[in-house]
Protein backbone atom coordinates (compact mmCIF):
# COMPACT_ATOMS: atom_id res chain seq x y z
CA UNK A 1 0.00 0.00 0.00
CA UNK A 2 2.53 2.22 0.74
CA UNK A 3 4.21 1.61 -2.40
CA UNK A 4 1.36 2.23 -4.36
CA UNK A 5 0.79 5.66 -2.43
CA UNK A 6 4.94 6.82 -3.40
CA UNK A 7 4.22 5.85 -7.43
CA UNK A 8 1.08 8.29 -7.31
CA UNK A 9 3.18 10.76 -5.45
CA UNK A 10 4.54 12.61 -7.83
CA UNK A 11 1.14 12.61 -10.14
CA UNK A 12 -0.62 14.38 -7.08
CA UNK A 13 2.39 17.55 -6.99
CA UNK A 14 1.59 17.40 -10.71
CA UNK A 15 -1.66 18.21 -10.40
CA UNK A 16 -1.17 20.56 -7.44
CA UNK A 17 1.34 22.34 -9.47
CA UNK A 18 -1.09 22.53 -12.41
CA UNK A 19 -4.51 23.88 -10.09
CA UNK A 20 -1.86 26.79 -8.81
CA UNK A 21 -0.45 27.89 -12.50
CA UNK A 22 -4.14 27.94 -13.88
CA UNK A 23 -5.16 29.96 -10.64
CA UNK A 24 -2.20 32.12 -11.24
CA UNK A 25 -3.38 32.23 -14.79
CA UNK A 26 -6.48 32.85 -13.97
CA UNK A 27 -6.06 36.03 -11.77
CA UNK A 28 -3.28 37.37 -14.11
CA UNK A 29 -5.81 37.26 -17.38
CA UNK A 30 -8.49 38.87 -14.93
CA UNK A 31 -5.92 41.66 -14.03
CA UNK A 32 -4.99 41.98 -18.47
CA UNK A 33 -8.73 41.79 -19.44
CA UNK A 34 -9.88 44.73 -18.46
CA UNK A 35 -6.42 46.78 -19.71
CA UNK A 36 -7.25 45.90 -23.12
CA UNK A 37 -9.95 47.51 -24.90
CA UNK A 38 -12.92 45.65 -26.56
CA UNK A 39 -14.78 47.01 -29.69
CA UNK A 40 -16.57 49.73 -28.04
CA UNK A 41 -13.29 50.98 -26.74
CA UNK A 42 -11.91 51.55 -30.49
CA UNK A 43 -14.60 53.90 -31.28
CA UNK A 44 -13.94 57.79 -31.55
CA UNK A 45 -14.90 59.63 -28.57
CA UNK A 46 -15.43 56.49 -26.41
CA UNK A 47 -14.51 58.14 -23.03
CA UNK A 48 -16.71 58.54 -20.36
CA UNK A 49 -17.38 60.45 -17.50
CA UNK A 50 -18.28 59.88 -13.61
CA UNK A 51 -19.07 63.00 -11.73
CA UNK A 52 -19.44 62.19 -7.92
CA UNK A 53 -20.62 58.87 -8.88
CA UNK A 54 -22.98 59.24 -11.53
CA UNK A 55 -22.14 58.66 -14.86
CA UNK A 56 -23.09 61.53 -17.06
CA UNK A 57 -23.96 60.66 -20.71
CA UNK A 58 -22.61 61.75 -24.09
CA UNK A 59 -22.39 63.71 -26.03
CA UNK A 60 -20.13 66.14 -23.63
CA UNK A 61 -20.25 69.42 -23.56
CA UNK A 62 -17.03 70.63 -21.59
CA UNK A 63 -16.61 74.04 -21.50
CA UNK A 64 -15.92 77.38 -19.37
CA UNK A 65 -18.19 80.08 -18.95
CA UNK A 66 -19.23 82.77 -16.33
CA UNK A 67 -16.09 81.31 -14.28
CA UNK A 68 -17.64 77.92 -14.19
CA UNK A 69 -16.39 74.61 -16.17
CA UNK A 70 -19.15 72.66 -16.83
CA UNK A 71 -19.79 69.29 -18.03
CA UNK A 72 -23.18 69.00 -19.41
CA UNK A 73 -24.68 71.93 -17.36
CA UNK A 74 -23.05 69.95 -14.39
CA UNK A 75 -20.49 72.54 -13.04
CA UNK A 76 -17.09 70.56 -12.21
CA UNK A 77 -14.87 73.99 -11.37
CA UNK A 78 -15.50 77.28 -10.08
CA UNK A 79 -13.06 79.69 -10.01
CA UNK A 80 -11.56 80.77 -6.95
CA UNK A 81 -13.35 77.47 -5.43
CA UNK A 82 -12.10 74.04 -4.60
CA UNK A 83 -13.43 71.04 -7.05
CA UNK A 84 -17.63 70.75 -6.13
CA UNK A 85 -18.63 68.23 -3.50
CA UNK A 86 -21.64 66.73 -2.85
CA UNK A 87 -23.28 66.79 0.35
CA UNK A 88 -21.18 64.26 2.87
CA UNK A 89 -22.94 60.59 2.51
CA UNK A 90 -23.07 60.68 6.08
CA UNK A 91 -21.64 64.26 7.91
CA UNK A 92 -20.79 61.96 11.04
CA UNK A 93 -18.70 59.57 9.19
CA UNK A 94 -15.19 59.23 8.52
CA UNK A 95 -15.62 62.09 6.01
CA UNK A 96 -16.35 64.66 8.33
CA UNK A 97 -13.63 63.63 10.45
CA UNK A 98 -11.25 64.04 8.01
CA UNK A 99 -12.78 67.24 6.63
CA UNK A 100 -12.34 68.54 10.34
CA UNK A 101 -8.96 67.31 10.35
CA UNK A 102 -7.59 68.84 7.28
CA UNK A 103 -9.18 72.32 8.65
CA UNK A 104 -7.55 72.12 12.36
CA UNK A 105 -4.06 71.48 10.41
CA UNK A 106 -4.54 74.61 8.08
CA UNK A 107 -4.72 75.98 11.78
CA UNK A 108 -1.88 74.71 13.91
CA UNK A 109 0.47 74.77 11.18
CA UNK A 110 0.32 78.77 11.20
CA UNK A 111 0.50 78.49 15.12
CA UNK A 112 3.24 75.47 15.86
CA UNK A 113 4.64 74.43 12.66
CA UNK A 114 4.50 71.41 10.48
CA UNK A 115 6.05 68.53 12.86
CA UNK A 116 3.71 69.56 15.87
CA UNK A 117 0.50 70.35 13.87
CA UNK A 118 1.06 66.70 12.35
CA UNK A 119 1.40 65.40 16.33
CA UNK A 120 -1.75 67.30 17.01
CA UNK A 121 -3.78 65.32 14.28
CA UNK A 122 -2.53 62.23 15.45
CA UNK A 123 -4.26 63.28 19.06
CA UNK A 124 -6.99 64.17 17.39
CA UNK A 125 -7.84 60.97 15.88
CA UNK A 126 -6.17 58.90 18.54
CA UNK A 127 -8.94 60.69 21.09
CA UNK A 128 -11.70 59.16 18.77
CA UNK A 129 -10.95 55.72 18.93
CA UNK A 130 -13.87 53.58 18.96
CA UNK A 131 -16.89 52.79 17.14
CA UNK A 132 -14.80 54.52 13.89
CA UNK A 133 -11.17 54.96 14.15
CA UNK A 134 -8.95 51.85 14.84
CA UNK A 135 -5.46 53.90 14.69
CA UNK A 136 -3.93 56.71 13.51
CA UNK A 137 -0.04 56.50 12.68
CA UNK A 138 2.61 58.65 10.97
CA UNK A 139 4.82 56.56 8.29
CA UNK A 140 7.89 58.75 7.95
CA UNK A 141 8.33 57.48 4.34
CA UNK A 142 4.79 57.25 2.85
CA UNK A 143 2.89 59.88 5.27
CA UNK A 144 -0.52 59.99 7.28
CA UNK A 145 -2.44 56.96 7.56
CA UNK A 146 -5.89 56.27 9.38
CA UNK A 147 -7.21 52.47 10.06
CA UNK A 148 -11.17 52.98 10.03
CA UNK A 149 -13.11 50.29 12.44
CA UNK A 150 -15.58 49.81 9.10
CA UNK A 151 -12.83 49.78 5.83
CA UNK A 152 -10.61 47.30 4.96
CA UNK A 153 -6.97 48.43 5.08
CA UNK A 154 -5.91 52.01 6.02
CA UNK A 155 -7.12 55.52 4.47
CA UNK A 156 -4.31 57.66 3.86
CA UNK A 157 -4.32 61.29 4.54
CA UNK A 158 -2.27 63.95 2.72
CA UNK A 159 -1.24 66.94 5.53
CA UNK A 160 0.85 69.72 3.50
CA UNK A 161 1.10 73.43 4.46
CA UNK A 162 -1.45 75.71 3.47
CA UNK A 163 -1.08 78.16 0.58
CA UNK A 164 0.21 81.50 1.05
CA UNK A 165 -0.90 84.72 0.20
CA UNK A 166 0.92 85.24 -2.58
CA UNK A 167 0.16 81.75 -4.15
CA UNK A 168 -3.75 82.16 -3.69
CA UNK A 169 -3.57 85.33 -5.55
CA UNK A 170 -1.79 83.79 -8.24
CA UNK A 171 -4.16 81.37 -8.85
CA UNK A 172 -6.84 83.80 -8.41
CA UNK A 173 -5.11 85.94 -11.52
CA UNK A 174 -4.57 83.24 -13.88
CA UNK A 175 -7.90 81.10 -12.80
CA UNK A 176 -9.73 81.23 -15.92
CA UNK A 177 -6.72 79.86 -17.53
CA UNK A 178 -6.36 77.14 -15.43
CA UNK A 179 -9.94 76.00 -16.16
CA UNK A 180 -9.36 76.19 -20.04
CA UNK A 181 -6.85 73.86 -19.74
CA UNK A 182 -8.67 71.37 -17.80
CA UNK A 183 -11.33 71.63 -20.15
CA UNK A 184 -8.94 70.88 -22.64
CA UNK A 185 -7.56 68.18 -20.49
CA UNK A 186 -10.93 66.49 -20.08
CA UNK A 187 -12.12 66.80 -24.12
CA UNK A 188 -8.92 65.19 -24.78
CA UNK A 189 -9.42 62.33 -22.55
CA UNK A 190 -12.49 61.40 -23.54
CA UNK A 191 -11.44 61.13 -27.20
CA UNK A 192 -8.54 59.02 -26.26
CA UNK A 193 -11.13 56.77 -24.58
CA UNK A 194 -10.54 57.43 -20.93
CA UNK A 195 -12.81 56.77 -18.16
CA UNK A 196 -12.64 59.79 -16.24
CA UNK A 197 -13.57 60.22 -12.59
CA UNK A 198 -14.13 63.32 -10.71
CA UNK A 199 -15.00 64.21 -7.48
CA UNK A 200 -14.07 66.45 -4.86
CA UNK A 201 -13.13 64.73 -2.11
CA UNK A 202 -11.23 61.75 -4.60
CA UNK A 203 -9.67 64.03 -7.05
CA UNK A 204 -9.26 63.15 -10.43
CA UNK A 205 -8.91 59.50 -11.70
CA UNK A 206 -7.94 58.65 -15.74
CA UNK A 207 -8.29 54.99 -17.04
CA UNK A 208 -7.78 53.68 -20.07
CA UNK A 209 -10.63 51.85 -22.04
CA UNK A 210 -13.59 53.00 -20.76
CA UNK A 211 -16.53 50.65 -21.96
CA UNK A 212 -14.22 47.62 -20.19
CA UNK A 213 -14.19 49.76 -16.53
CA UNK A 214 -17.92 50.69 -16.99
CA UNK A 215 -19.46 47.05 -17.52
CA UNK A 216 -16.90 45.93 -14.22
CA UNK A 217 -18.12 48.47 -12.01
CA UNK A 218 -21.84 47.81 -13.37
CA UNK A 219 -21.17 44.12 -13.04
CA UNK A 220 -20.04 45.02 -9.20
CA UNK A 221 -22.62 47.65 -8.68
CA UNK A 222 -25.91 45.27 -9.58
CA UNK A 223 -24.53 41.58 -8.11
CA UNK A 224 -27.07 40.05 -5.54
CA UNK A 225 -23.69 37.62 -4.79
CA UNK A 226 -21.92 40.81 -2.90
CA UNK A 227 -22.73 42.35 0.39
CA UNK A 228 -22.31 46.14 0.05
CA UNK A 229 -18.75 45.93 1.79
CA UNK A 230 -17.68 43.85 -0.73
CA UNK A 231 -18.48 45.89 -3.41
CA UNK A 232 -17.24 49.20 -1.58
CA UNK A 233 -13.64 47.08 -1.39
CA UNK A 234 -13.68 45.57 -5.26
CA UNK A 235 -14.92 49.54 -6.16
CA UNK A 236 -12.21 51.18 -4.75
CA UNK A 237 -9.71 48.89 -6.38
CA UNK A 238 -10.64 49.80 -9.71
CA UNK A 239 -11.53 54.23 -9.24
CA UNK A 240 -8.81 54.40 -6.28
CA UNK A 241 -10.69 56.05 -3.62
CA UNK A 242 -13.18 55.11 -1.38
CA UNK A 243 -14.82 58.46 -1.73
CA UNK A 244 -15.59 57.48 -5.73
CA UNK A 245 -16.70 54.25 -4.43
CA UNK A 246 -19.37 55.11 -1.95
CA UNK A 247 -20.67 57.80 -4.36
CA UNK A 248 -20.97 55.04 -7.23
CA UNK A 249 -22.69 52.16 -4.89
CA UNK A 250 -25.74 55.77 -3.93
CA UNK A 251 -25.60 56.92 -6.78
CA UNK A 252 -25.51 54.78 -9.85
CA UNK A 253 -27.71 53.89 -12.36
CA UNK A 254 -28.35 50.07 -14.03
CA UNK A 255 -26.76 50.03 -17.66
Not at 178 to 194: F, H, R, S, Y
Not at 211 to 235: A, C, G, T, Y
Request: with cysteine; proline share 4%; net charge neutral.
Amino acid sequence: MKGRTNKFWPFFVLILLMLGYLSGFSQASEKKKYHEPDSADLQEGSGRIILNGRLLEPPYEINVENDTLNINNHIWLSKGEEPTQVKDIDPESRYGMVTKALDSFATAYKQVGYDSAINLMLDFFNKRRGDLVDSAYFDEHYGFFIKFRDVIGPHGIWFEPPKTERELQWEKQHQDSILIKEAIKLKKAVGNGNLIILGGKGGQIYLGNAQKWLKKINKIVNSDELSREEKLVKLSGIVMHEYHAQCILQNWKSK
